[in-house]
């Protein structure tokens, strides 16, 4: 005879199985298409935070070879909703080697820049390359490599000085274009990998594929929110790079839905050259976000004139001056100069003789 709790036992067994699977820690499983547009909102909910990208490039053209590594630490807070007085500090190294045409060229660049309270700061760590274009100028260059140097104003693009100071209008289309970027499908999932850890944090683990037609879509109307109008043939150059993404993947944190990491690969294929070759892998992680950050202005930053570098004034030595504060120009030292001396100190046999020779005169 069969037990008579046997029954509701398996029942209890499945029961229990499939509330596992459709939960995630308590968490319901989404569909990826939810977890992707939820995803999309966050990003354009965030105000703090920081990102950290690497990519390696490796390309050949024939007997052309082109190596390229790039890494990338951005850190960002937005103090208010509005994206006013912003703060950020970028981090940006770049090297590569290129051998073309029998010649071979590499070059190293790293550079710090802060922004804090509507000033801009800049610091080159490093500054190579062995082209011989950059040799008559590199003393200059070496003169400020590893100072902090807050850039004038007036050298500072407007468009990048606009993003601290909107108008209306600015902010109007700003939040136009984020509610476009999360209602538009720009990608596809093409693969789920399931919930897996990252970090110590819970991931929903996606692969992806560019949504073309979505991303022609997005062009187009955004190029209309900001009072332009594109046509077809400028959409098509426009996302003619995302035909290089032959892969993506993506991990979603399933609790706030920030993307911790994306991995994106670009594959040579797009050349449509039986002799080229093109490999890229860019890894983009991200953490701390609307979280408490910290970005600070450098301390002992100097005051920095691009017109310096550019026509050489901070390598040339200053001119020493004389009392009135003129510039005394070379071979001016060598001059006879004749002393007057003032009435008031002259000693009274002196000024009798003086006085002497004016009655005769």
Partial sequence: M??????????????????????????PLES????ISNAKQAIVDVSSGHLKATADAKAKNGTDDLLFKGGLEFTFDKEDANEEDQKIDLHVMLSGDLKAGGKELNGDVDVNFVTVDNEYYVKLNKLYSSDDSL???????????????????????????????????AKLKREQLKELFVETKLFNVVKEYGIEKLDGQKVYHYGLTVNMEGFKDYMAKAAIIDGRELTLQ???????????????????????????????????EALNAADSNLEVVID???????????????????????????MGLGGLPTLPVDEEGLEITEGDEDLETETVVQPDELTEEEAAVTDDETVEE
Avoid: H
């Avoid at 100028?137 to 004038?152: C, E, S, T």
């Avoid at 993404?245 to 040579?268: H, M, N, P, T």
């Fill in 2 to 27: 069969k037990n008579p709790l046997f029954i509701p036992s398996k029942f209890l067994i499945l029961g229990a199985l499939t509330v596992f699977m459709l939960s995630a820690c308590g968490k």
């Fill in 234 to 268: 400028e959409i098509e150059e426009a996302v003619k790079a995302l035909t290089y993404i032959k892969q993506a993947e993506v991990y979603i944190d399933v609790d706030d839905y920030y993307v911790l990491k994306s991995v994106f690969r670009f594959s040579g």
């Fill in 32 to 35: 990826p298409e939810s977890v």
């Fill in 135 to 169: 040799t008559s100028v590199q003393p200059f260059i070496d003169l400020y490599i590893g100072k902090w140097l807050r850039i004038a104003e007036d050298f500072i693009p407007e468009n990048i000085r606009g993003l601290q100071d909107e108008d209306e209008a």
């Fill in 284 to 310: 983009i992680e991200g953490s701390d976000f609307n979280e408490s950050v910290t970005v600070k202005a450098p301390e002992g930053a100097e005051d920095f004139n691009p017109l310096n570098l550019i």
